[in-house]
């Protein structure tokens, strides 16, 4: 089974689950061998992804050299002999020859470099403006979802009840809605439905639902990218991986709320967001670089923009107040070993790392970022573990995007 | 089941060692000024990969000693600095920029050479990758001068440190990725449909010189025809501080007085020189030569 956006499906595949509007109403039925006029309901529908089987595709070996230059050219810029590295680059072959096999077909050079965006212009030339000024206008408080804020000062007040923060998240209504598709969902996996946000706050915790706040108001604030520039849906799709990644392995170290790396893993980009408000121009020229030489968007940020998406990261999560560990979690993603306490930083590094490896199977764009010497031995894990915590990905990150989005 | 075997790798040739790499790196900056950053070591090994099979040589360090004594060597710099070299362009790349250099600093070199009572203009293209920039200069002028193009004298000489795209600018053939931004009536009006592309017309592929040129060579730079305007745009980004400076530089000494130059979206003088004066457009920065 495999999952395919509309414009990727062919006649002759079959439904691989009830395929069901937002409404709840069926609309074809599992089995269903999908014909041209079927393609056009779901297109008019606006359905995005469908679950399918086959006709499969028999793999010869001229396909599957193909997928593996496809594959290995992710990888180009990481250590070939790094256990992990390794480990991710046979689950990427695996999970993009499997994508094939039901009918994908790998994205050319082509299609994998950026869009062109010459009519967007930039708000600041090079030299002319640091990651303070890129981020300015967004850091003023009132701009940010002001929900946040006020599940904060009940949170931090003396006489801090349930009932009182379950007031106050129950006057977002949006939010409430997501909080509660969120704690229902296999993420979490408690046996029987929470239906009130009160119940909620009751088993996760006020703490934990206030972070989980706070990573939706984030979200809902980055409504208004240009989608010529991102796919904003793939974008999410690899911040929410991320997230998961993160939480799993948070999982096994001691001591550390794993909830809070779920929202460090989702967040773990956002000043990558206000670099395309910004600077579209200029992200679109280092996603350029970054494809022409195959290196990580990270380091092409740096050559061609002069900083990266973490150092404005810093500036708006300062600026937000944002928890101190979390923001510490999110802007050194990629370099955590030279901070004083890296595990948390190591753990969304290595989540970014796996979400990307993931996404190649997807059409990702950019080089896998690769692993900081000594990262993966602080962590302690072995590379079996990264395969036991992919099933958990996978069973999770489709309905945990349907509680945010 | 998995469809690799199990024992796949990543690994595909022989490693480099850091000291290799090091002197690898130096090797490549001493010849091309091109900078290697050290986070790029295992890139580099696997985009060896290949010639280092072909010449069935088992190491790097075997690899620097036939690019430092072989009788071949002169030769095999010329393979190295296809290998290094990245040639991302398109025509009509960053418009914004175009539309403002076109509207102004192209209008102003233009009067100032008829007042001067003249007709002759040379630009020049340093590091021009397969040919899109110059031309792309070139169809500007057309469109500029209109009727007055056929008096006019212009030269474009165009340079970069890849054969391979000097060949492939010479030839003008086209696909659909280089046509990307172009307009269409810019299209139909300066190339021609072929089975393989789109093809410059010869009326503008005349304009320009292509020749094979190493920024890095001081002398070959002197060589160059003074210029009116200098179009360097997404090459220093591979330089270091000290070969940015001797480029820039080299483009000031070239340039005629109230010449401009051009950079790279990404590109700014900021900590190079002061020399020039910056002139501000929007969406991008002239650097006049007073
Ligand atoms: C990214 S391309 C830019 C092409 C074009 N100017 C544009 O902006 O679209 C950079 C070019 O610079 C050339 N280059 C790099 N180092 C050079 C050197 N030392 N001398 C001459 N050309 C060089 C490369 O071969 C490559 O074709």
Redesign the pocket.
Known sequence: MTKLRTDEIKTGMILSCDLRSRDGRLLLPCGMELEEKHIQLLDRMGVEEVDVVGPSVELDNGALQDIEDYVRDYFLYSNPDHPAVMELFRIALERTASRVAAGWTLPTVEERRAQTVDHLEDLFLKDMGGPEEIAKNETELESFPDIYFRIREVLDSPNVSADRLATVVSTDVGLSAKLLKLVNSPFYGFPSSIDSISRAIALVGGKELSTLALGISTINYFKDIPPELINMEMFWRHSISCGIFSKLIAEQQEGIQSERLFIAGLLHDVGRLIMFKKLPYASREAML?AR?NSIPLYEAEISVIGYSHTAVSEVLLKAWKFPENLSEAIDHHHDPMVRPNPLEPAIVHLADNMANAVGVADGGMYAIPGIEDGAWELLGLSSEFLREILGKHDEQIEQILSAFF | MSLFSSSISLRKGVAITDDEFVQLRDFIYE????FVDEKRKYLFESRFRKRLQELSLSSFGDYLKFLKFDSNRKEELVKL??L???????FY??IKQLDAFQANVLKEVIENIRKQGKSEMHIW??????G??PYTLAILLYETLGMEAARWKIRITA????MA?IQKARDGLYNEYAMKTTPEQIQKKYFTMETGGWRIKPEVAKMVDFKL?????ALALKRVPRSHIV?????I???DQD?KKK?INSYYDNLLDGGYLML?HSESLHKITKAFKPVFYPGTIAYKKE
């Open positions: 670089f022409e | 010849k091309s000024g091109i600095f296809e290094i070299t990245t040639n991302e362009t398109s790349r960053d293209s340093a590091g021009c990758s397969s899109e920039e340079n970069d440190l890849s795209m040129l190493n920024l890095n060579d179009f360097c745009r997404n090459v980004i591979y330089f070969m480029v790279g």
